[in-house]
């Protein structure tokens, strides 16, 4: 099946710096899409990506698609206490019936 | 809308029980999903369903089974349960509609602990 790669595993940094995390998989997607999972919570939403190359915005976040269709990248600015928790990337191949695959995981902690 | 509610949110098992695992959703999708979370794991798909009386397996399907009567509905039942299905589990559904912006995203209940002693 298909394989995300996803990294860093963890990260631990200070409130107000930069945080950069990608995926890479061994089989192009057609949409690449990154959640964020709270403590306790189930994933939310932050960005999708639908064309190769397309670069979105939401808020302090910002991910890529990348030009091969084979990674995407998401970096967080200036981060905050709240940024706190794991963020997944999940790529999505449209004659999947329906089914995205998810990479591991980057667990974020972000000190004060 | 509830979006979509998974019921219990906690539960403890002994080897050998069975138990299902509810999950419904009000917002009329097609899709829904059942996935499993290991601690420092990613999301493992364990089944699927496209529509109702439609069902499918994921990657890790064994020790489960699923049924989907209604749209709304989507029951995760566990045979015979044993302690490598200890796990957090989440249900999640997925509109249709293609032409929507963020036709992809997943909308997750809030999760399932599940312990298996």
């Known amino acids: 099946g298909q394989q995300l790669n996803q990294s860093p595993q963890s990260m631990f940094i200070q409130e107000g710096e930069d945080v950069s995390m990608n995926c890479t998989s061994s089989?192009?997607?057609?949409?690449w899409l990154w959640y964020k999972q709270d403590p306790g919570e189930g994933p939310v939403l932050l960005i999708a990506l639908y064309k190769a190359g397309e670069l979105t915005s939401n808020g302090r976040l910002t991910a890529q698609f990348g030009i091969t269709r084979k990674d995407s990248f998401l970096n967080i600015s200036a981060s905050i206490p709240s940024d706190v928790g794991i963020y997944f990337c999940a790529g999505h191949f449209n004659t999947n019936a329906g089914k995205s695959t998810f990479g591991d995981g980057t667990t974020l902690t972000v000190k004060p | 809308n509830a979006g979509v509610t998974q019921t219990p949110k906690f539960r403890i098992l002994k080897i050998g029980q069975s138990m299902t695992l509810q999950c419904t959703q009000d917002?009329?999708?097609?899709?829904m999903y059942w996935y499993r979370q290991d601690p420092g794991m990613g999301l493992k798909l364990i089944y699927y369903s496209v529509g109702a009386g439609i069902t499918d397996k994921g990657e890790v399907p064994n020790g489960y089974n699923v049924s989907r009567s209604t749209t709304e509905d989507f029951p995760l039942r566990l045979e015979l349960a044993a302690p490598s299905q200890t796990s957090v589990y989440f249900c999640a559904s997925k509109s249709a509609i293609r032409h929507k912006r963020s036709r992809e995203e997943l909308f997750f209940g809030e999760g399932s602990r599940l312990t298996v002693l």
């Open positions: 917002m009329n999708h097609n899709y």
């Open positions: 089989s192009i997607f057609n949409t």
